[in-house]
C-alpha cells in the first residue's frame, strides 16, 4: 500500500495504544493492606465544621498505626460538600479520597455509581451497626459507605416550663397527650409547644414524624405514597392544630430568632435528633445547663414505635480516589473500632451507628445539661428500635423541597392537608417518574 | 475574424485559467498579509469558541437528552420540552419574574431619571460625592448585599421593623408573606441598580443640545415641567435602551433571590434561571435543565422584540 497510508495507519495504531495505556482498567476491588506501614499518600477528606475536629482527634492514633499515610482535611457545609462532588464526579476529576456524606444525600450519589465498592470490606461490620443506616448505603445487595452517626429523635423540653405550668413529661403518652400538654402550658405560661414555621417550613419534623410510622415519601417498591398513606394525612392533620390553636411558635429554623427562643425558654419542646441536644449544649444555649431534659416520642396507638430518625451520616470513597486502600484504612480506624467511635463521641456528642460502642461506661454517665439524666444511655437504646422508612432515596432533594412548599401553603391556609399532600404526590410523580 | 480577436480569445482563457489556480493562493497571501491582525483577535475567537459556543450547541444537543452528569445520555427526543410546557413550578418562576419586573423597573427607571436630571441642573453640590454614592450600589457584591438585607428585613429582629416599631407602625411580614417578599426583593433591585441606570440617563440627557433647555427656560417653563415636557420625551430611546436591559436583568436575576429568600415564601420569589440551577445542581438533571433554558431563551426574545415593537413605534418617521 501506499506509504502515506501505512503511515497514517502506524500512527492511528500507535495514538490507539497511547490511550489505552493511558486509561485507567477498572478498579479492582480494594484489598486491605497487609502491613499498615505499606500504605502511603496522602488522603484528600472533605467534612464540615463540627465533623472535622472529631476525626482530627483520632489522627494520632491513627497516624501511629499508619504512620505513612498523610491527611488533609477541606472544611466547608454539607451542601458545598455536595455540589463540589457532583462538579467533581462530572469533571472527572477533582474528589476526595474520603467525602462525609449525609444519609438524606447518600443514596443519591450511591444511584450515580460515583462511589467505590465496599461490600466486602463492610461486611463484618452489617450486623454491627444500627441496620437501618445501611438503607441508604445500599443498591442492588452492594454497600458503598460506611455508617459513622444516627440521628436517633426524642424530645428535648424545658424542665422550668413545663413546672411551672404543671406538666408532667411521663404522663404524655400519646400525640393527644402531648396537644392536650400544649394547651395547658400555652394558658399557664403562655408559651408555645414547638417550633413550626409556616411560610418558612423545611419539613423536616413531618418527615421525623412520618419516619416514626415506618412511613415516608416512598414505599419499597419506589412508588409514591403521601397521598396513598391515611397515617401521613393523620400527620398533617395533626400538625394543622397546632397552627390553628396558636400552639406554635412561626419561626423560620435555623435563624437568631430560633435560636433565641430555645434560649430564653420562650418554647416548651424542641422534638429532635441526638444532635440537636449536641447543639444546644455548644451554640444554641449553653447557658441553659440544667434546665433542660429528654422524654420518648408520644405515640398514635399504644404500642406504636417511640423512635424516629433524623439526619446520620457516613463516609465514602469516590470511584475517582487513586488511594482506595489507604482511604479504606481512615475509614475503618475511625468509624469501624470501638474506640475511636466512642471518642469521636466524647468531644463531639456525634452519636455511633456503632452498636458495640454503646457498651462504654460513659454511656451510662448522666449528663449534667440534661439535669443529671442518663441521656446517652436512652438514645442507644432508642437507636435500636429506629424502623426502616421510605424517606431518605435517590430523589430525596427534590422530594423535600416539593413537600415544604405544600406544607407551606396548608400552614398559610391555602389550602387543606389532602390537598398538599396530593399536590405533592403529583409533582413528584411528574419529576421523578415514579409511580 | 481578425488576428486580434482570435488572440485575444485564446489570451482570454488562458488569462482564465490561472485566475482560477492563483485565487485561492492570492486568499493565502492576503491571510499571511494580514497575519498579525489575526493574531491577535484569534485569543478571543479561541475563547469564545471553548467557552461559550460550544456550551451553547452542546445544550441544545443536552436538552434531547435525559443525563445525570455521570453516565451515559439517554435519547429522550422532545420529551424534556413536553415536561417543559407542563412545568407548572418553571411557569409560575416566569410568573414571579413579570410581576417583580413591573413592582420595581418603572419606579427604578423613573428615580434614574430623576437622579440623573437633578445631577445634570446647577443646582446641586458636590457633583461627584452624589455621583459616587448613587453609583456605590452597584458595584457592591450581591451576595453580602443579599446577606445585609436579609438581616435588615428580618420581621422578628431586623432594624426596618425596629425603626417602624418607633414610629409605631406594626411589623410588616418583609420575607414572610409572598407579595411582601417580592416588594423586598424589589426595594433591593431599585437600591441595588439605580445608580447603573442613572449613569446612562445621564449620558442621554447631556446629548441634549443646551439650547433646548435655555429656549425653554426663556418661555418660562419651570423644572418640572421641562423634565416632563422636554427632557424624558427627549430620552425615549435611551429609556428603551434601559427598559430593555431592565427586562432581560429580571429575567436572568438569580443571586439575589438566591441569597435574600432562596425562592420563597411557598415559591413567591423564585425565579426562571434558579430553576435552572436547582434541575441541574441539585435534581441532577441536566437535559431537562437545558431544555427549561431554551424554552426561556425563546421567551425572552419574543418578549424583547414584542417590546421594541410597542416603545419604538412612532420613533422612526
Redesign the interface.
Known amino acids: 500500500m501506499r506509504a502515506s497510508v501505512l503511515r497514517a495507519l502506524v500512527a492511528v495504531g500507535a495514538f490507539a495504544m497511547l490511550i489505552a495505556a493511558c486509561t485507567p482498567s477498572p478498579e479492582a476491588a480494594i484489598e486491605p493492606a497487609e502491613d499498615p506501614e505499606e500504605l502511603e499518600g496522602e488522603l484528600t477528606v472533605w467534612a464540615w465544621e463540627g465533623a472535622v475536629e472529631p476525626l482530627q482527634e483520632i489522627d494520632d492514633a491513627f497516624s501511629e498505626e499508619y504512620p505513612n499515610i498523610e491527611l488533609n482535611y477541606e472544611v466547608q457545609p454539607p451542601a458545598d460538600t455536595y455540589q463540589n462532588l457532583q462538579l467533581a464526579i462530572t469533571a472527572g476529576s477533582g474528589a476526595p479520597d474520603v467525602a462525609l456524606i449525609e444519609d438524606s444525600h447518600l443514596s443519591q450519589f450511591v444511584a450515580l455509581g460515583a462511589l467505590a465498592d465496599l461490600t466486602d470490606l463492610v461486611e463484618p461490620y452489617l450486623d454491627r451497626m444500627n441496620s437501618y443506616k445501611w438503607d441508604a448505603a445500599e443498591r442492588d445487595g452492594r454497600y458503598f459507605a460506611m455508617p459513622w452517626d444516627s440521628g436517633p429523635v426524642a424530645v428535648f423540653y424545658r424542665r422550668d416550663v413545663f413546672e411551672q405550668a404543671g406538666v408532667d413529661p411521663d404522663a404524655i403518652a400519646t400525640w393527644d397527650d402531648y396537644y392536650d400538654a400544649a394547651l395547658t402550658i400555652k394558658e399557664t405560661v403562655g408559651v408555645p409547644m414547638w417550633q413550626q414555621s409556616r411560610a418558612h417550613n423545611d419539613a423536616r419534623k413531618f418527615e421525623m414524624l412520618m419516619w416514626q410510622r415506618g412511613l415516608g415519601y416512598i414505599d419499597e417498591e419506589g412508588n409514591v405514597i403521601l397521598d396513598t398513606e391515611p397515617g401521613i394525612e393523620e400527620i398533617l392533620e395533626y400538625m394543622g392544630r397546632f397552627w390553628d390553636d396558636d400552639l406554635a411558635a412561626d419561626t423560620e429554623p435555623w435563624t437568631d430568632g430560633w435560636y433565641s427562643e430555645m434560649n430564653e425558654g420562650e418554647v416548651a419542646t424542641v422534638p429532635g435528633a441526638v444532635w440537636m441536644g449536641t447543639f444546644l449544649k455548644s451554640f444554641i444555649a449553653p447557658e441553659t445547663e440544667g434546665l433542660w431534659g429528654v422524654f420518648l416520642l408520644p405515640v398514635w396507638e399504644p404500642g406504636d414505635a417511640q423512635a424516629s430518625n433524623d439526619g446520620g451520616s457516613a463516609l465514602a470513597i469516590p470511584e475517582q480516589s487513586e488511594q482506595q486502600e489507604a482511604a479504606w484504612a481512615y475509614i475503618e480506624f475511625h468509624l469501624g473500632r470501638d474506640d475511636s467511635q466512642v471518642r469521636m463521641y466524647e468531644v463531639s456528642d456525634i452519636f455511633p451507628a456503632l452498636e458495640d460502642a454503646y457498651e462504654d461506661p460513659f454511656f451510662a454517665e448522666p449528663d449534667p445539661y440534661f439535669d443529671g439524666q442518663e441521656v446517652r444511655s436512652l438514645f442507644a437504646e432508642l437507636v435500636q428500635e429506629v424502623p426502616t422508612a421510605g424517606v431518605y432515596n435517590p430523589d430525596y432533594a427534590e422530594m423535600n423541597e416539593i413537600m415544604a412548599v405544600e406544607i407551606q401553603r396548608f400552614a398559610t391556609g391555602r389550602q387543606s392537608a389532602a390537598e398538599a399532600l396530593s399536590n405533592a404526590a403529583e409533582e413528584i410523580r411528574a419529576r421523578t417518574g415514579r409511580s | 475574424m481578425s488576428p486580434d480577436g482570435t488572440t485575444k480569445a485564446l489570451h482570454g482563457t488562458a488569462a482564465a485559467r490561472s485566475t482560477a489556480v492563483r485565487r485561492p493562493a492570492a486568499a493565502l497571501r492576503r491571510l499571511g498579509r494580514h497575519r498579525w491582525a489575526y493574531a491577535f483577535i484569534a485569543p478571543f475567537f479561541i475563547l469564545f469558541t471553548i467557552f461559550l459556543l460550544y456550551p451553547i450547541l452542546f445544550s441544545f444537543w443536552l436538552s434531547f437528552h435525559e443525563w445525570?452528569?455521570?453516565?451515559a445520555m439517554a435519547f429522550a427526543g422532545g420529551g424534556n420540552y413536553g415536561?417543559v410546557a407542563?412545568d407548572?413550578?418553571f411557569w409560575n418562576s416566569m410568573r414571579n419574574a413579570v410581576i417583580i419586573f413591573f413592582l420595581y423597573v418603572p419606579a427604578m427607571t423613573f428615580l434614574a431619571i430623576v437622579f440623573a436630571a437633578l445631577l445634570s441642573t446647577g443646582y446641586v453640590r458636590l457633583q461627584g460625592a452624589w455621583r459616587a454614592l448613587i453609583f456605590l450600589p452597584y458595584v457592591t457584591n450581591m451576595v453580602a448585599v443579599g446577606f445585609t438585607f436579609q438581616l435588615m428585613f428580618?420581621s422578628?429582629?431586623g432594624i426596618v421593623n425596629g425603626a417602624l416599631a418607633l414610629l409605631g407602625l406594626g411589623p410588616v411580614p418583609w420575607l414572610?408573606?409572598p407579595m411582601w417578599a417580592r416588594l423586598t426583593l424589589g426595594l433591593l433591585m431599585i437600591w441595588a441598580w439605580v445608580g447603573y441606570n442613572t449613569v446612562i440617563m445621564l449620558a442621554g440627557i447631556q446629548s441634549i443640545p443646551r439650547e433646548i433647555f435655555e429656549a425653554a427656560k426663556v418661555d418660562g417653563a419651570g423644572p418640572v415641567q421641562i423634565l416632563w415636557r422636554i427632557t424624558i420625551p427627549l430620552l425615549k430611546p435611551v429609556i428603551i435602551f434601559s427598559v430593555t436591559l431592565s427586562v432581560i436583568g429580571t429575567f436572568n436575576m438569580f443571586t439575589e433571590p438566591f441569597i435574600l429568600t432562596q425562592g420563597?415564601?411557598?415559591?413567591a420569589t423564585e425565579t426562571p434561571v434558579m430553576q435552572i440551577f436547582?434541575h441541574t445542581?441539585?435534581?441532577?438533571r441536566f437535559g431537562y435543565a437545558a431544555a427549561i433554558s431554551y424554552v426561556f431563551l425563546a421567551v425572552i426574545i419574543f418578549v424583547t422584540l414584542v417590546q421594541f415593537r410597542i416603545l419604538s413605534r412612532g420613533e422612526n418617521r
Do not use: A, H
Open positions: 445525570s452528569g455521570l453516565g415536561r407542563n407548572g413550578i428580618d422578628r429582629v414572610d408573606e420563597g415564601p411557598i415559591r436547582q445542581f441539585q435534581n441532577l
